[in-house]
Each structure stands twice: as structure tokens, then as C-alpha cells.
């Protein structure tokens, strides 16, 4: 009868939004774009006054919005694809961020961090092997 473009689907991900406390967005600059590396998008002035911060790329999009009953997700979590895998990692531990090796997935190399607010975060090593 018809496609699946006409019987509606998901086609992907737009934008993850983490939460974060209030007075927060500095702490996340300097660890989002600072230590990870993740250029900032000015948020459009309709959102501006919610607080927060916005960190887009061409392939990635995250917001952190103010939650003002903020609690960190610890299960919850983003998993960001890594190229040049090594030097992140490095950079967190070198801002004594705590990290954690996984190894239970056989050929695959990550690693899970907290942000500044408890979120649990994962990072997935794409970098080539040859």
C-alpha cells in the first residue's frame, strides 16, 4: 500500500538534552567545550532567559537545559563516537575527572566519565586502528 516515509517513522536524533543545575553553564563550558572539545551554538534569544548552554556540531547536537530540580543521571547516559580517543581521555584525567575503562564489549574501546554535575557520560574510540 505504501512506504515507510508515508506510514511515519523515526528517522534520528535531532538533539540530546542533558540537564543541569541552575548558575551551571560555566562549569559546562569549560568541561563540554573546554575538556571535551565541543564547539558552543548560541541559543536562539526566545531561550536565552531558561538558562543553559548549547553545544552543536555538523553530526552531533547537545543541549544542557537547567533542571531547577536537577538530579544527575547515572544510568542515563549519551554515548559520544570518539575520533582521536587517547587525547580526550588524557584531558580528563588531567582535570581529575574520573574515568572509567570498559572492556566488557570485545573489540571495543570506551571509557565513561561524569560531567561537573554527576551525568554519566560514555565515549567510544572510532579512531582508526591501522
Known amino acids: 500500500m505504501s512506504g515507510a516515509a508515508e506510514q ?9 538534552q542533558l540537564a543541569i543545575p541552575a548558575g551551571g553553564e560555566e562549569q559546562a563550558r569549560h568541561f563540554y567545550g573546554g575538556i571535551l572539545g565541543l564547539p558552543e551554538r548560541e541559543k536562539p534569544p526566545a531561550l536565552v532567559r531558561r538558562g543553559g548552554v548549547w553545544f552543536e556540531s555538523a553530526k552531533l547536537k547537545l543541549h544542557l537545559g537547567v533542571d531547577p530540580h536537577f538530579v544527575p543521571a547515572k544510568k542515563a547516559h549519551v554515548a559520544f563516537l570518539v575520533r582521536g580517543f ?45
Do not use: K, M, W
Not at 511515519?8 to 540530546?16: F, Y
Open 8 to 16: 511515519g517513522h523515526i528517522e534520528a536524533i535531532d538533539h540530546v
Open 86 to 130: 587517547q587525547p580526550i581521555v588524557q584531558r580528563l584525567r588531567s582535570a581529575g575527572c574520573r574515568v572509567i575503562d570498559d572492556d566488557a564489549i570485545d573489540g571495543v574501546i570506551r571509557i565513561y566519565t561524569d560531567d561537573p554535575f554527576g551525568n554519566r557520560l560514555e565515549l567510544l574510540d572510532v579512531s582508526p586502528t591501522t
